[in-house]
């Protein structure tokens, strides 16, 4: 079966410090990858999706980058924080040619 | 863009009453219909899905209908219970043709009151 892990859990960042958040997936091949943010009682934001290593869309334009290193690793990246960066990020896969999308336990981000 | 309204944003139920959740879209070539429950401080799960082929899909005492030509689909809980009490999101994809892009709802928080 698959499994989506993501860490850390939660992390607490001064405003300009740099951001490293990881997702790996298990169990499955070439799968297609997910950031979300999702501020405090709102919902999700696509910020970055990749169809394979070192393939980065974009979706909104921010401070925030992101990578795939190897086929079942995705990161999220910052040089430097902001207050606004505060969230909970959501990591998640899709198996390609597939429908359903299938989310990561998150990360809560507070920048202070 | 596609662009998903969910409604209510906040809904409280006694026990064992049942809850409905509706979402409208836009883009009339969206095909696949999922909803999603998440708990606090946890990532969301699918709970169901539905494509744009079929009506009607039940799991239980989840259901979702959906009306293409309207262009709504709605989530129904029957005889709730206090762990169904969570947020829970709809969200429209468009799968096809290699591409894929899922919108969601802003979200229901539902609170089943024992």
């Known amino acids: 079966s698959q499994t989506i892990h993501q860490w850390p859990a939660t992390l607490v960042q001064p405003v300009g410090s740099p951001l490293s958040l990881e997702c790996t997936v298990e169990g499955t091949s070439n799968p297609n990858l997910y950031w979300y943010r999702q501020a405090a009682g709102r919902g999700l934001q696509l910020l970055f999706y990749?169809?394979?290593?070192?393939?980065i869309s974009s979706e909104v334009p921010q401070n925030l980058s992101a990578s795939r290193p190897q086929d079942r690793q995705f990161i999220l990246s910052s040089k430097k924080l902001l207050l606004s960066d505060s969230g909970f990020y959501l990591c998640?896969?899709?198996?390609?040619?597939?429908?359903?999308?299938?989310f990561g336990p998150g990360t809560r981000l507070t920048v202070l | 863009g596609e662009n998903v309204e969910q409604h209510p944003s906040t809904l409280s139920v006694q026990e064992g009453d049942s809850a409905v959740i509706k979402c409208t879209y836009s883009d009339s070539a969206s095909n696949y219909f999922p909803w999603y429950k998440q708990e606090l401080g946890k990532g969301p799960q699918l709970i169901i899905d539905i494509r744009s082929n079929v009506g009607e899909k039940k799991d239980q005492r989840i259901a979702v209908t959906l009306n293409k030509t309207a262009k709504h689909f709605s989530l129904h809980i029957t005889e709730t219970q206090p762990e169904d009490s969570a947020v829970y999101f709809c969200?429209?994809?468009?799968?096809?043709?290699?591409?894929?892009?899922?919108?969601f709802g802003k979200g229901t928080k539902l609170s089943v009151i024992p």
């Open positions: 969200a429209v994809a468009y799968s096809g043709a290699g591409s894929y892009q899922l919108t």
């Open positions: 998640a896969w899709r198996r390609w040619g597939t429908d359903t999308q299938y």
């Open positions: 990749s169809v394979g290593i070192g393939q």
